[in-house]
């Protein structure tokens, strides 16, 4: 009841009270609920939320306009910082915001989105997602739809690009052999990373290496279970998997 018939484009579970939900629509706005989802209302008329995450108690997300804020649970937005290209993507480590907006520029806020820079351009089709370590604000990925794509003025074609960042985006390099749409870093180990995409992969050794598995469906999404970092559940275009060591092996839930 209340939601509009669109695309979600993001969806927040208040981890306090799981009966609160918010959910960024395409064209359509914002909208919250507190009774798991049975009545919806609007809170906000920023588009294509997408991202949404709690940091320093306040909600962050990218919108069609800039990135948002939120210091009431997600029941009214304002903006913290617009932008001349829409937000496809927010991550946030610590204290540290990253945002990779449609036109591939990537910025920055050291000071949870008080005060923002220029960080890197990059040249491609379209962004999928930049994610940054949650133990180090300075460990960042970066993916973009297929295309050929320019390091140092040196053209690279590539069907799905992903780059890599040790130094908070002062500097990237292309990781050819990771094709996935976002990358997802265990919430409980820096040195475990996984792939997301057609296949997925996964890291023990902190990036240093991926690995590809068996799980060769068009994955979409990523979920670790934030107690229990051997637990996975994959979303996919052929549907939901789980994995109970993870995510070497897999397998089908629906």
């Known amino acids: ?34 009774d798991g989802g049975g009545y919806w209302f609007k809170v906000s008329n920023f588009t294509d939320a997408i991202d949404i995450g709690n940091a320093g108690g306040k909600l962050f997300a990218g919108s069609n306009q800039g990135v948002i804020e939120s210091d009431n649970s997600g029941f009214s937005w304002k903006l913290i910082e617009p932008t001349r290209s ?7 480590s610590g204290t540290t915001i990253y945002a990779l907006m449609e036109n591939l520029t990537l910025i920055k806020s050291t000071d949870l989105g008080k005060s923002w820079l220029f960080v890197y351009q990059f040249h491609g089709n379209f962004p999928f997602t930049v994610r940054a370590s949650p133990f180090d604000p300075s460990d960042v ?3 973009i739809a297929g295309g050929t794509v320019y390091v140092n003025s040196v053209a690279l074609p590539t069907t799905v690009p992903t780059f890599y960042s040790d130094d908070g985006g002062i500097s990237f390099v292309p ?50 279970d934030p107690t229990n970092d051997s637990i996975l559940l994959a979303g996919s275009d052929q549907g939901m998997f789980e994995s109970n060591n993870k995510g070497i092996s897999w397998y089908s839930i629906n």
């Open 86 to 92: 829409e937000v496809n993507s927010i991550s946030i």
């Open 141 to 143: 990925y970066v993916t």
């Open 1 to 34: 009841q209340g939601l509009p018939y669109a695309p979600v484009t993001g969806l927040y579970i208040n981890e306090s009270n799981p009966n609160i939900l918010i959910a960024g629509l395409a064209n359509f706005g914002i909208y919250a609920t507190i």
């Open 175 to 224: 990781v050819n052999y990771l094709p996935v749409k976002t990358v997802v870093y265990d919430p409980l180990n820096s040195s475990v990373i996984w792939g997301v995409g057609y296949p997925d992969f996964y890291s023990f050794d902190g990036g240093a290496s991926f690995y590809n598995n068996f799980l060769s469906v068009d994955n979409m999404a990523l979920y670790v």
